[in-house]
């Protein structure tokens, strides 16, 4: 008998830790979304989108839970105070090729919108870096809307497709020049892959080539995640139509690289 009420006792303990994280969470992200709401012109679409990217979601660490979806969705990163940092897995939770996706219309019902509502979340780099070559290797950076960025820092890895943490890889370093391009030479290796990144301004981008390898930089050295480097994400319920439509963005950060997540919301 003493053994079950000290059994009751610890699960009672459990669920009010539980309990109390969880409100502690919704409390914290509630007061940020008051203070923005403070600004002038914030509207509706800025309410979900802030929900989405400053709340962890419920658990905290759903997206490392592969066999369940949340309760609630939210993509911030658990671990951090910081504000609008997103966590890798939760965001590779939405991409089409990942193993148990949340679909646009479970995030819909997750966010409380009703089916007549609409949505597209987009996620992309802060700039574009394209990657072209072979052994010699042209690395184009630009703005979204296409224009040349001049000096940026772009520092290249060339690293063996089967990359363990003892492998020998090659480092090159470049400035881009008026065309917001530079070249990158490299002894052509079998097997071998890049991952470039790229850096102006306090703002980190990374790329791989070929796309979708699980690699990063960190502290200048690489290392390889349980996730494909993310690129861009276009998760949405449907095309949009009409001209009744909110839109807004903010700049996230995903594993220190800056990011833009614009958000659509119409009926």
């Keep these: 008998m003493h053994t079950s009420y000290e059994y009751m006792l610890s699960c009672l303990m459990v669920l009010t830790i539980l309990i109390s994280t969880q409100i502690a969470i919704s409390i914290m992200v509630t007061r940020q979304i008051v203070l923005l709401q403070k600004r002038a012109g914030y509207l509706q679409v800025d309410v979900i989108l802030d929900s989405l990217l400053l709340s962890p979601g419920d658990p905290p660490d759903w997206g490392r839970r592969w066999s369940g979806k949340p309760r609630i969705l939210g993509l911030a990163d658990s ?69 040349p960025i001049i000096n940026a820092n772009v520092t290249a890895y060339y690293i063996p497709r089967s990359f363990s943490y003892s492998a020998n890889y090659l480092v090159r370093s470049n400035i881009t020049g008026l065309n917001g391009q530079c070249s990158l030479e490299f002894e052509e290796r079998e097997n071998y892959v890049l991952l470039v990144k790229v850096e102006i301004f306090g703002l980190k981008v990374e790329r791989t080539f070929p796309e979708g390898l699980n690699l990063k930089v960190i502290g200048g050295h690489i290392i390889k995640t349980d996730y494909s480097l993310i690129n861009e994400i276009c998760f949405s319920t449907g095309v949009i139509t009409g001209m009744g439509g909110e839109h807004t963005s903010r700049l996230v950060e995903i594993d220190g690289s800056i990011y833009v997540a614009e958000f659509y919301l119409w009926r």
């Design 79 to 147: 671990k951090t105070e910081r504000l609008y940092v997103l966590d890798p897995y939760k965001v590779s939770r939405l991409r089409n090729d990942t193993i148990n996706r949340i679909t646009p219309t479970e995030a819909r019902k997750l966010m409380g919108l009703r089916e007549d509502y609409h949505f597209t979340l987009k996620i992309y780099p802060v700039f574009q870096v394209k990657i072209t070559g072979n052994q010699s290797f042209i690395v184009t950076v630009k703005t979204r809307f296409g224009r």
